[in-house]
């Protein structure tokens, strides 16, 4: 790679990992506050749980419809014009919530919309990264995602202290200036899509031109047919889709076992989950500075996978100094299986089918990730919340050793590859 390409693909990666974090930071002061909001109101897990499906249901439908969009139109440009939306989006929200205009139907429109946002947003970055990644370096530069990423939870206690002190309504806004500067930035991206180019050359060439819609109804059944062409690719989004319902559920429960079982329990919260993304971010650091071996990296997968779950599963149990201990080889385990799976399929993936699969993934994982915020919310009518958790992780456990390890002949050539 010549010098003006490595300085441009420099100067793009750091435009979009600047801009992200930016729209990140003031997303986790918001995101926080809301969700402690829609629990002073409603009292209840159940409406909670409901909260968070109204935020994750439009992410059954989007990726799959703009991951086939994506692969033939500007993801830059996606990019930069969700975040603008993001900006105009908070602000309103803001504008009504300081008016005394609030509802909860009306809140939880909102998080229909932000989770519609959120879901093409996601496609789209997730299939324009790696183009901005130059070859040999997509550990290291998942690694300083996964690092800034988390950084990003530190205002997870700046937002619980604001929201006591001022409310709701000037967080959302501080938001809304937080993705119009990240859009900003965003614009002076100037990478090359040359996906475009190719899809172009590949429709020119078909003897039958299709209509616009069935071209890319087209393109999402390209998407699955490859994920299940792919055995390798498909064992693991049917591992993840397991791991998002068991996401789902810990993420449904959590906050509110916290806040029922100790006064002030937002802030226990905190503390333990803190240590969980101070793992993270050291193991980020770790992986940047020092590559896992790539014949390594399907066994430490397979092995993290398990102890993840079997902890998540168990922590609640134990004194708060425990949960912590293993709260924090949880978040060095996530990071480390963050790093090895992002990496691998995503240089694995060919460019232009890149936005078709990842729309496929997140949809799969979103139907994971809504079942488990459903599954959880309701059976906290007839059980506890640990037991409740304890079951699902180790269901959780027990998928990564049948598919991940009963798929180790497809699924280690993936994990083990040199990028």
Request: aromatic share 14%.
């Amino acid at each position: 790679m010549c010098e003006r390409q490595k300085d441009r693909y420099s100067r793009d990666f750091t435009i979009i990992t600047v801009g992200s974090v930016i729209s990140m930071l003031g997303n986790t002061v918001s995101g926080f506050a809301m969700s402690l909001l829609v629990l002073d109101i409603s009292k209840s897990t159940l409406l909670y749980a409901i909260y968070l499906a109204m935020y994750t249901l439009p992410q059954l439908i989007m990726p799959v419809i703009f991951g086939a969009v994506l692969d033939r139109f500007s993801r830059r440009k996606m990019i930069y014009t969700l975040d603008f939306l993001s900006s105009g989006l908070y602000l309103v929200m803001a504008c009504v919530l300081a008016a005394g205009w609030f509802s909860f139907p009306l809140f939880a429109a909102g998080c229909f919309l932000l989770g519609s946002i959120e879901s093409i947003y996601m496609v789209a970055y997730e299939s324009f990264y790696p183009l901005l990644i130059g070859e040999g370096f997509f550990q290291k530069a998942y690694s300083i995602a996964s690092v800034l990423e988390t950084f990003t939870a530190v205002m997870v206690p700046v937002s619980a202290f604001l929201y006591g002190l001022i409310g709701l309504a000037p967080l959302l806004a501080a938001n809304a200036v937080c993705f119009f500067l990240a859009a900003v930035m965003e614009t002076q991206i100037k990478a090359d899509e040359d996906y475009i180019r190719k899809q172009r050359q590949v429709q020119d060439n078909q003897e039958e031109k299709l209509p616009y819609r069935k071209q890319i109804l087209t393109d999402i059944r390209e998407g699955f047919a490859y994920l299940l062409a792919e055995k390798g690719l498909l064992i693991i989004a049917v591992y993840f889709v397991i791991s998002s319902i068991c996401g789902g559920t810990s993420w449904t429960l959590t906050l509110p076992y916290f806040r029922k079982t100790f006064e002030h329990g937002e802030y226990i919260y905190m503390l333990v989950w803190g240590t969980m993304l101070a793992a993270r971010s050291l193991g980020g650091i770790i992986h940047y500075k020092w590559s896992i071996p790539a014949a390594w990296r399907y066994m430490i997968a397979l092995i993290a996978y398990i102890i993840i779950n079997v902890n998540e599963g168990v922590y609640l149990f134990f004194p708060i100094p425990v949960m912590m201990a293993l709260c924090f080889v949880i978040g060095a385990g996530g990071v480390t299986t963050y790093t090895i799976r992002v990496s691998a399929t995503q240089s694995y993936v060919p460019d232009e089918k890149k936005g078709r699969f990842n729309g496929a993934f997140n949809v799969l994982n979103t139907a994971g990730q809504l079942a488990g915020e459903l599954l959880a919310g309701w059976l906290t009518l007839y059980m506890n919340e640990r037991i409740i958790l304890l079951i699902v992780m180790l269901a959780g456990a027990a998928s990564a050793v049948l598919l991940v390890g009963g798929g180790k002949r497809y699924v280690e050539p993936i994990y083990n590859r040199q990028e």
